[in-house]
């Protein structure tokens, strides 16, 4: 299983402004993938993000408020923009054990916007 | 659109009990399932799989079930213990699509 590390595990933030989430895993993976999981509901994925080109937004997010990056195969970074209460919510980065199977999640930052 | 749900939001046991939480799922194409057990502050965690050329498969004290003719899912804990209080999602995919999940049971293990 892979090992994911993802920071900040929390943070509180002030409307308009941005925060940046890190996921680091340790070892080279595919797929990496962005979820969210507001207060008491199930996840919901917002992209994937691909080595080397544009990361793929599912529908109801997108690339102005949800900016990622990724790097290289083991790194990825989830910005969320222009911040407003309605963001406060668990943010996850997973990785796919192989294709096809199941992913691993990391520990999940937990966000509130003041 | 396909969706996977559950059919109890919260399930209480005693401990040593055995629990059953349940999952419908609408999409008969999904050839593969999993559950994820998630403790408060923490990110999912895997718990056990299933593909539709199955009907069942074990694990250490957990059990899933898969009926196709009704689109039915279950994961069943033997001697359940307090450890085991979280929220369960059960997940489902087709093909190489992504991962859908269910909005979760919640369980709760008395002593």
């Known amino acids: 299983s892979a090992v994911i590390s993802q920071k900040p595990s929390r943070d509180i933030c002030q409307r308009g402004t941005s925060l940046t989430i890190q996921c680091q895993v340790d070892?080279?993976?595919?797929?990496m993938f962005w979820y969210r999981q507001q207060p008491g509901q199930s996840l919901t994925l917002i992209a994937t993000a691909n080595q080397g080109s544009e990361a793929t937004y599912e529908s109801g997010f997108v690339i102005d408020k949800f900016p990622i990056s990724r790097p290289n195969l083991t790194f990825s970074t989830l910005t969320v923009s222009n911040l407003s209460p309605e963001d406060s919510s668990i943010y996850l980065c997973?990785?796919?054990?192989?294709?096809?199977?199941?992913?691993?999640f990391g520990s999940g930052t937990q966000l509130s916007v003041l | 659109g396909e969706s996977v749900g559950l059919h109890l939001p919260t399930l209480s046991v005693q401990e040593g009990d055995n629990s059953i939480i349940n999952c419908a799922y609408s999409?008969?194409?999904?050839?593969?399932f999993i559950w994820y057990k998630q403790e408060s502050g923490k990110g999912p965690q895997f718990i056990i799989d299933?593909?539709?050329?199955?009907d069942k498969r074990q694990g250490q004290r957990v059990t899933v079930l898969l009926n196709k003719t009704v689109k039915h899912l279950s994961l069943q804990i033997a001697a359940t213990q307090p450890g085991d209080s979280a929220v369960y999602f059960c997940a489902e995919r087709r093909g190489y699509s992504t991962l859908t999940f269910g909005k979760g049971t919640m369980l709760l293990v008395s002593p």
């Open positions: 070892s080279q993976v595919t797929m």
């Open positions: 299933i593909r539709s050329n199955m």
């Open positions: 999409n008969s194409a999904s050839d593969y």
């Open positions: 997973s990785v796919e054990a192989a294709s096809n199977e199941k992913l691993f």
